[in-house]
């Protein structure tokens, strides 16, 4: 299932707010981008909490690729840059 470009920009907020960090993977045959989106701090969030988020993450996840790989929003970038100064 393909998401929707704001959908998915709101669930990188939403991830990033709960302290997650996300980033780009290959995935050869994986989707239509051949990356993927890999998850950190997703197992310690409740079971209840993150498996939902885990679903969402999948049926938006070419969408969120695009939305990391994209450079060109500055509210995102300023996401991007928070914590690694």
Do not use: F, Q
Not at 18 to 32: F, I, M, N, R, T
């Amino acid at each position: 299932m393909n998401g929707h470009p704001c959908t998915a920009r709101a669930l990188y907020l939403e991830l990033r707010a709960l302290g997650l960090e996300l980033w780009v993977e290959d995935a050869p045959g994986g989707g239509p981008l051949d990356y993927g989106i890999a998850v950190g701090g997703l197992r310690s969030l409740p079971e209840a909490r993150a498996r939902p988020l885990a679903r969402r993450i999948r049926e938006n996840e070419d969408e969120l690729v695009r939305v990391l790989l994209d450079r060109r929003d500055p509210d995102l970038d300023a996401v991007r840059k928070e914590g690694h100064c």
